[in-house]
């Protein structure tokens, strides 16, 4: 099985550009993608109808803002939207689909880049979904995180990371709730096959950052102990075009 992440900024703009094709070329059996920036109603019927897909949508109260999808093609047993706190399912964020044998977390975690108040809800949105995981994984223990998650781990993360210590998205706090994330039973998935560096999933659009390979890794498929030893393979599609993010892939 293939699940492909890819946060498109924009399903509209990347529906325009080349996901049709993308989806012709790659088949993911499940296509997560993050910022939609729309609501089911404002689509096509070509891509609503496309494919042999379920497609969910969890969408921000805000127009053009946020979202998450998932394009399944198979049927999921259950579908949750959010988890349970209006402060973040009103931002669109959280996408849970499960499965006969695994569950799927399709999450868009928030950007802290703005202003501090933000940053401040990111922190809690890291904190509060731990709390909420690691209940959910007493019932299945057998999970899969995908998005993105606007933190660049490691050094080995991104390109200048000397120059990002004190920028949010590499800020010490944001890197110790990966290390208490992973500590509490995930992996990160691509670096358990790859050690290598300049390796990464985002590019600034305005300086032209991807031309230069000027990036960071901020978007991971995560899985859980129960799961780890189903996944056959991990990569991140860099030769794909079309957002600011290119696509992650794993292989089960």
């Known amino acids: 099985m293939k699940l492909i992440s890819w946060n498109v900024n924009g399903i509209r703009a990347i529906y325009r550009k080349n996901l049709l094709e993308f989806l012709e070329e790659y ?6 993608i ?27 109260e805000k127009k053009g803002y946020s979202g998450v999808a998932t394009f399944s093609k198979p049927e999921p047993k259950g579908v949750k939207y959010g988890f349970g706190n209006e402060k973040y399912d009103s931002e669109g964020r959280i996408l849970l689909t499960e499965y006969e044998d695994f569950s799927l977390f399709n999450i868009y975690f928030p950007n802290g880049k703005s202003k501090q108040e933000r940053l401040d809800y990111k922190m809690d949105f890291y904190y509060d979904f731990l709390k909420f995981i690691n209940d959910y994984k007493k019932q299945q223990p057998n999970i899969i995180v995908c998005g993105d998650v606007n933190t660049a781990h490691k050094e080995i993360d991104l390109a200048r990371p000397k120059d990002n210590e004190t920028v949010s998205g590499f800020l010490p706090e944001e890197r110790e709730w990966i290390d208490k994330f992973l500590d509490s039973g995930f992996y990160d998935s691509f670096r358990m096959f790859n050690q290598e ?26 899985v859980s102990e129960g799961i780890k030893n189903r996944v056959k393979k991990a990569d991140i599609l860099n030769e794909v075009y079309g957002s600011d993010h290119c696509p992650i892939m794993i292989e089960i």
Do not use: H, M
Not at 27 to 32: C, F, G, H, V
Not at 198 to 211: F, P
């Open 197 to 222: 560096p300049d390796n990464y999933s985002w590019w600034d659009y305005k300086t032209k950052a991807r031309e230069r390979n000027v990036g960071w890794r901020i978007d991971y498929f995560f």
């Open 27 to 32: 088949n993911p059996d499940i296509l997560a």
């Open 34 to 60: 993050q910022e939609t920036k729309a609501r089911p109603q404002q689509l096509t019927k070509k891509l609503l109808n496309y494919g042999d897909y379920y497609k969910f949508f969890s969408s921000a």
